[in-house]
């Protein structure tokens, strides 16, 4: 097939409130005039160009926009591309969207002192397996200490290393908070 895909495989990390908007070639490496589809788009990516004709030794541009909006999660699609030789050329793309995570940032050299906790995450009885999951400490409303979910390869498990930083040896109360990047939800 002489004309193909500048770019067969793509790669996009967005978050849910953001847009994309990329543009990639087809490329004519033949003689001949060739007429073209764009078909296999998924309902969260859209092209104005599902058709057209491309010069001989030519390229085009075709542009591609994935909406703000999109839901939260990990996406595929192969985009087929259509022309007389009778065999789709496939431009493969992978999307992650990401939720708005919380803005846990804190100071540690704030704080005099410091104890470690190590742990799994649950959310409604299912241990998490998505390292963007974070969790957060809080004293009387400020923040102190976070951390994301770890794969610890020799456990083959996920687990959680929490420092949580104090002004004070003994007594405080820690409340925990726990965002899930799957859903982009805070508990």
């Known amino acids: 097939n002489q004309v193909l895909w500048q770019d067969p495989d793509l790669n996009f990390t967005m978050d849910q409130d953001s847009t994309i908007v ?26 104005p160009t599902t ?6 030794n030519s390229t085009q541009n075709i542009t591609f926009t994935i909406p703000a909006g999109t839901s939260i999660g990990d996406f595929n699609a192969d985009i087929a591309l259509t022309t007389d030789f009778g065999y789709d050329e496939i431009m493969h793309v992978n999307l992650k969207v990401n939720g708005i995570a919380p803005n846990w940032n804190f100071d540690p050299s704030q704080f005099a002192y410091s104890m470690n906790i190590f742990g799994v995450m649950k959310i409604d009885g299912v241990i998490a397996t998505n390292t963007d999951n974070q969790i957060a400490a809080f004293v009387n409303d400020t923040l102190c200490g976070k951390a994301n979910l770890a794969y610890v390869s020799a456990y083959d498990r996920y687990e959680v290393f929490l420092t949580v930083y104090s002004n004070k040896i003994t007594g405080d109360s820690i409340k925990f908070n726990l965002y899930d990047a799957t859903t982009g939800l805070t508990f």
């Open 22 to 47: 990329f543009t990639t070639q087809i490329v004519n490496s033949g003689g001949a005039l060739k007429a073209y589809t764009v078909s296999g788009l998924p309902s969260w990516m859209t092209t």
């Open 51 to 56: 058709s057209g004709t491309i010069g001989p």
